[in-house]
């Protein structure tokens, strides 16, 4: 079978089809990009280039409350700062750290009310400088382009009010939850119906919403049907009706979450986490024809190269079956992932995850 571009195996592995061979794709981290550097990639090259794997270009927009940064303390090794969404944070200055989440603005309804009435729908919102330089190169290299929506639980609680505020909300405050995934969702859709009517179409809409962590969700299915569901059904509706696919990114184990997600027509689902529990072998048997697997190969693994070899061996053959995979780690590649063992796991899944 002939080269194809990634365009072309994405679409066909969304239309659950055969390719040249399963798309390639992945999420290094900033200290493993310097590692490998210092291993022998070039410096400045992108690295999907150097390994010769799938390019996906994402085009985000600003929905925050544009609250005013401020820089409250910084020193050798980190800096404490708000950030547009009213959220106060300790960055620390290693390559590969995670911020500390220490104060939020928005914590009641009445917090919430002042920050919607600062989410207002904007031109300036979009980078159109961005889309002027960089969108020409994506379509002329055949890469897959998605919108970057950003609504729902995970970047709720994770980036405006704080977890522990709205697990709590969702029992004692539910009118205000719906309030905010139906407001976060109409600045998306607002938003992206500007730039796609701009002439700036995409193949894609992606979202994170982790609903899960290690063996269990977040919440019951009651409380996702209720709560959640109808948000993100509306956002896979608004993608349809524009002849373009539904991708969402849910880490932890949401297994009892994936039919429903199935129902209201998600196309593709990722990163199906092995290590909080998911079984992306029953995946592929009740929903491989309906759903778009991406993932699904435990990061845990990859530093350990006859390990991880052995699981490629063992998954992507199957997984690759009618089309429907996207083979990446199942959520980021760790510093932790030698130049040596990143190219061994290239050169397997283009081995087993080619078609003949």
């Known amino acids: 079978m002939k080269q ?40 400045g090259m992108d690295w999907r280039d150097y390994f010769a794997v799938d390019k996906v270009a994402n085009i985000s927009v600003d929905i925050s409350p544009r609250y005013p940064y401020r820089v409250i303390e910084e020193t050798d090794d980190y800096i404490i700062y708000t950030s547009q969404w009213g959220v106060t944070l300790k960055q620390f200055k290693q390559a590969d750290s995670t911020p500390d989440f220490l104060d939020f603005t928005v914590v009641d309804p009445d917090l919430w009310a002042q920050a919607k009435s600062r989410m207002t729908v904007d031109r300036d919102r979009i980078d159109w400088v961005n889309l002027k330089k960089n969108y020409a190169v994506w379509k002329a290299e055949r890469q897959w382009i998605q919108a970057g929506f950003w609504f729902g639980f995970d970047v709720t609680h994770s980036w405006m009010v704080g977890t522990e505020t709205l697990l709590i909300a969702m029992i004692e405050e539910p009118e205000m939850v719906k309030d905010m995934f139906h407001h976060y969702l109409d600045q998306c859709i607002a938003h992206f119906d500007m730039i796609w009517d701009a002439g700036y179409t995409f193949d894609s809409i992606y979202w994170p919403d982790d609903m899960g962590f290690k ?77 778009v697997l991406h993932g699904g ?21 199957v997984l690759k079956e009618n089309g429907g995979y996207i083979f990446s780690s199942d959520h980021s590649i760790p510093n932790s992932v030698s130049l040596e063992n990143f190219q061994a796991i290239v050169a397997e899944v283009k081995k087993v995850g080619a078609y003949i």
């Open 4 to 43: 194809m571009t990634t365009h072309e195996r994405f679409s066909r592995m969304f239309a659950h089809q055969e390719a040249d061979r399963v798309p390639i794709i992945d999420s290094p981290w900033k200290g493993t990009i310097q590692r490998w550097q210092r291993e022998g990639m070039p410096t």
């Open 215 to 291: 063996n269990t969700q977040f919440f019951s299915l009651s409380m996702y049907r209720d709560l959640l569901k109808p948000y993100q059904k509306r956002a896979v509706a608004w993608a349809h009706k524009k002849g373009i696919k539904a991708h969402l990114h849910s880490c932890g184990n949401i297994m009892p979450i994936v039919p429903e997600l199935v129902e209201i027509g998600v196309d593709a689902l990722n990163p199906i986490e092995i290590k909080a529990g998911m079984d992306v072998h029953k995946l592929k048997r009740l929903f491989g024809d309906k759903l």
């Open 297 to 317: 190969i435990n990061a845990v693994l990859w530093d350990k190269k006859d390990e991880i070899i052995a699981e490629i061996d063992r998954t992507v053959p």
